[in-house]
């Protein structure tokens, strides 16, 4: 069947799309176990963004499997589907110029890589919501970690299924030291960095 596959172009290119909109895109890929705080930074920064004027578009796990990815299940395979999926979505914004904020819990080293080498290195940065498990299962909101303890959610992440943290990040937030303001304004400090082009 891919055979049968012939990719074209467009007369518009990446480069002019980002010279339209004045911005150098890139992924900013939050990560994190469930309930960390991902979701909330990454809605902060996206806001915050956007009134300074920048194109900006937020990517979620729980919006994306509502949608493109709710044929999906939490096996192995499925969550590296799920990945690959968002990779290549977040490859597609790029492309239009858009800067992209994705936040996933994406466990494992090998799933964040794929996305990098999806993406491109020059374009991918990661950034760990470094949350303790315990601090994560006193905010359980969605009530995961209880069904998860008592059996009734198989794999998941930090309980029955693992999560390796970044080893270098491009940005490492402690939920425990630094209020959520303060984790707002480094976090859009440093994108603003990257897509400006002053770094």
């Given amino acids: 069947m891919k055979n049968n596959i012939y990719p074209f172009e467009g007369k518009v290119s990446a480069e002019m799309?980002?010279?339209?909109?004045?911005?150098?895109?890139?992924?900013?890929?939050?990560?994190?176990?469930?309930?960390?705080?991902?979701?909330?930074?990454?809605?902060?920064?996206?806001?915050?963004?956007?009134?300074?004027?920048?194109?900006?578009?937020?990517?979620?796990?729980?919006?994306?499997r509502s949608g493109l990815n709710q044929d999906l299940g939490f096996s192995i395979a499925d969550r590296n589907e799920n990945i690959r999926r968002l990779a290549e979505v977040s490859q597609l914004f790029l492309s239009a110029g858009?800067?992209?904020?994705?936040?996933?819990?994406?466990?494992?080293?090998?799933?964040?890589?794929?996305?990098?080498?999806?993406?491109?290195?020059?374009?991918?940065?990661?950034?760990f919501v470094d949350t303790p498990i315990a601090e994560c299962e006193r905010r359980d909101v969605k009530g995961l970690y209880q069904k998860a303890r008592a059996g009734e959610i198989k794999d998941f992440t930090g309980i029955s299924s693992p999560y390796e943290a970044p080893?270098?990040?491009?940005?490492?937030?402690?939920?425990?030291?630094?209020?959520?303001?303060?984790?707002?304004?480094?976090?859009?400090?440093?994108?603003?960095?990257?897509?400006?082009?002053?770094?």
Avoid at 30 to 53: D, I, M, N, P, W
Avoid at 100 to 125: C, H, M, N, W
Avoid at 176 to 197: N, R, Y
């Fill in 17 to 64: 799309r980002q010279q339209l909109l004045k911005q150098h895109p890139a992924l900013f890929w939050f990560t994190g176990l469930s309930g960390s705080g991902k979701s909330t930074l990454a809605v902060q920064v996206e806001y915050q963004l956007h009134r300074q004027g920048y194109h900006v578009f937020l990517l979620d796990g729980d919006n994306v």
């Fill in 98 to 127: 858009v800067i992209v904020l994705a936040a996933f819990i994406s466990p494992l080293e090998k799933e964040r890589e794929l996305v990098r080498q999806t993406v491109g290195a020059d374009r991918y940065f990661d950034i």
């Fill in 167 to 199: 080893t270098d990040p491009f940005i490492k937030i402690d939920t425990l030291q630094m209020k959520e303001e303060e984790a707002v304004k480094l976090i859009v400090e440093e994108i603003v960095k990257i897509v400006s082009g002053e770094r």
